[in-house]
């Protein structure tokens, strides 16, 4: 199938889907790539980390002098946590893969840059049992490592155009 772009001398010029990138050049990610992103990438992240939270719960490290306000964190806060770091991660990545000609290899370098920076809050807990503190930060490799696993599964644009060449979905 055939498709009408610029090029970069501003004259039409006609491309398939199926052909690689030129240098320079980004890429479109399917709605189906980032489903499957978003499908494993967000129940598997919030599985393991209330798995992670109940454990650590029932341990008794989740207690209220942990947190400035006295107020223990809660399963509703692990979830949203976790949904808006999944969501937020999909949009960069959907982002770099417009922005970038290597979205995936990119994205892991972001990733990785924002999970040392997110260490730094669960590091800085005053009077946090050592426990709590790396129960958290777990929580936060969980949840980078899934979403870049994720990407290099289903989001790397050369895999994605093998399986639309190949006219399957998975």
Same mark, same amino acid.
């Given at each position: ?38 499908? !494993?990438? &967000?129940? $598997? ?9 109940? /454990?650590? +719960? =029932?341990? *008794? ?48 370098? !972001?990733? &990785?840059? $924002? ?9 800085? /807990?005053? +009077? =946090?049992? *050592? ?40």
């Amino acid at each position: 199938m055939a498709t009408r772009s610029v090029g970069s001398s501003g004259t039409p010029a006609t491309t398939t889907g199926a052909t690689a990138p030129s240098r320079g050049s980004t890429t479109r990610v399917p709605w189906r790539a980032v489903g499957k992103i978003a499908g !494993l990438c &967000a129940p $598997v992240a919030l599985l393991a980390n209330l798995m992670l939270y109940v /454990l650590a +719960n =029932a341990a *008794g490290w989740f207690e209220p002098v942990t947190r400035p306000h006295g107020r223990p964190i809660t399963e509703v806060e692990v979830i949203v946590a976790t949904l808006v770091a999944v969501v937020t991660a999909i949009g960069a990545y959907v982002a770099l893969a417009r922005l970038t000609r290597h979205p995936a290899r990119n994205f892991t370098f !972001l990733a &990785a840059a $924002v999970l040392v920076v997110s260490i730094f809050p669960p590091a800085t /807990l005053r +009077n =946090a049992p *050592g426990e709590l503190v790396a129960v958290l930060i777990a929580m936060h490799l969980v949840t980078a490592g899934l979403c870049v696993a994720a990407v290099w599964l289903f989001g790397r644009p050369e895999l994605i155009r093998e399986r639309e060449k190949a006219g399957t979905n998975a």
